[in-house]
């Protein structure tokens, strides 16, 4: 697992941090659909991912799903960071969107490694970073564009974390993540079919305009 590090995460840390990390950390094998964090969960570690990608998602007080944004290769979630620092549970829930492996860090290093580690502490803020801007542009996406538009971003986005521009998904997943009805997405589809945006097969959607 050293080896993995150093290919994936030699950019961002030193080789004592990365040595401190494999020592520690419990690698983890997620297949696609399952659940890693449930909303309520303490959070007891911190995601490292070393291959796949994993979806964020809120949900309402009716148990309705809204998807947050991705996480890929070499990021964290700051959703998990932050009841970390709070001792507080979890508001998300996180669900692998492929085959993922990942490690994870014991919570009580994440501290000790921010007075211990410039790259750490670095790597920690830089993801803070990354995932409000994610947020902000999930607010965005639903204050600004209209269904269609939200519908097709999401597509792209999932196309990209997936690196297919063939996705196998169901009407009804897609219009769980985007929080809507299954009728409105595959009407929406159609739309987006036509417009030559994308080609709808029996067991999957292909994205064409990337």
Not at 118 to 143: C, G, N, P
């Amino acid at each position: 697992m050293l080896e993995e590090l150093r290919t994936y995460y030699g950019y961002l840390f030193e080789d004592e941090l990365l040595q401190e990390i494999n020592s520690v950390a419990v690698y983890k094998d997620v297949p696609e659909g399952a659940q890693l964090i449930e909303i309520g969960d303490y959070i007891k570690s911190i995601p490292l991912l070393i291959s796949g990608a994993i979806k964020i998602l809120r949900e309402d007080d009716d148990g309705d799903e809204l998807l947050l944004y991705f996480i890929e290769r070499g990021d964290t979630c700051a959703m998990t960071l932050s009841c970390c620092v709070g001792d507080s549970k979890s508001e998300i829930r996180a669900i692998a969107e492929t085959d993922t492996k990942l490690l994870m860090v014991p919570v009580q290093k994440m501290e000790v490694w921010l007075g211990k580690y410039k790259s750490w502490r670095q790597f920690i803020l830089q993801s803070y970073h990354d995932r409000m801007t994610e947020l902000l542009q999930a607010v965005d996406t639903i204050a600004f564009l209209k269904m269609d538009e939200r519908l097709f971003k999401y597509l792209k986005d999932k196309a990209m974390v997936n690196h297919d521009d063939v996705i196998h998904v169901t009407h009804n997943e897609i219009a769980q993540d985007l929080h809507t009805s299954r009728v409105v997405i595959s009407r929406l589809l159609k739309k987006l079919s036509l417009s030559g945006k994308i080609e709808l097969h029996r067991n999957n959607i292909k994205v064409i305009d990337l």
